[in-house]
């Protein structure tokens, strides 16, 4: 069965940093795309970065060069490294098995940047 | 302002069929791209509904169906039941985009 579990949400201040992981079990996270989906109080899905099965990473115009997507084969685990965060950054963050159409779904984390 | 447009709302009586829009243009449904579905029930994370325009995955009842046609997309609910009370949201991908994987700005469906 496939599982995801995201962790290392909270509040943040402005310009602070985080860092999000998303433990996966029943797939390989290293033979997969990898996506990160973030979702806005109120509002609706927004793609944020993908990491594909060959190392290759993409972003969102909005978190690109303060976003950073990676992963660690071993732990069969996939992060998200957050810095210089806004306010408008806030967000439940969803990890998600795929490129698109995907296939599973973590619960979500919910990240708060406020002062 | 989303790539995708759906309808904000759409309701219908149990028993009933409700179809949910997602429009979008030549640079991504209309090029050919693969439009998929997802349910996000209350306080919960989004499920795959349907993938590759018309596919349902494991376990999604055979009352959702999706088409897609020119530039447009479609779900299909029939026999609307209560548990269908969700958000339903669109994704394709855009190639005018350096950003491509794009989101419908989602549809509230309530069951009368």
């Known amino acids: 069965e496939v599982q995801l579990v995201e962790s290392g949400g909270g509040l943040v201040q402005p310009g602070g940093s985080l860092r999000l992981s998303c433990a996966a079990s029943g797939f390989t996270v290293s033979s997969n795309y990898m996506s990160w989906v973030r979702q806005a109080p109120g509002k609706g899905l927004e793609w944020v970065s993908v990491?594909?099965?060959?190392?290759?990473?993409y972003y969102a115009d909005s978190v690109k060069g303060r976003f950073t997507i990676s992963r660690h084969n071993s732990k069969n685990t996939l992060y998200l490294q957050m810095n210089s965060l806004r306010a408008e950054d806030t967000a439940v963050y969803y990890c998600a098995r795929g490129r698109d159409g995907y296939t599973g779904w973590g619960q979500g984390t919910l990240v708060t940047v406020s002062s | 302002q989303s790539v995708l447009t759906q309808p904000p709302s759409v309701s219908g009586a149990p028993g009933q069929r409700v179809t949910i829009s997602c429009t979008g243009s030549s640079s991504n449904i209309g090029a050919g791209y693969d439009v998929h579905w997802y349910q996000q029930l209350p306080g919960t994370a989004p499920k795959l509904l349907i993938y590759g325009n018309s596919n349902r995955p494991s376990g999604v009842p055979d009352r959702f169906s999706g088409s897609k046609s020119g530039t447009s997309a479609s779900l299909a609910i029939t026999g609307l039941q209560a548990e269908d009370e969700a958000d339903y949201y669109c994704?394709?991908?855009?190639?005018?985009?350096?950003?491509?994987?794009?989101f419908g700005g989602g549809t509230k469906l309530t069951v009368l």
């Open positions: 994704q394709s991908y855009d190639s005018s985009l350096s950003a491509p994987w794009v």
């Open positions: 990491i594909y099965s060959g190392g290759s990473t």
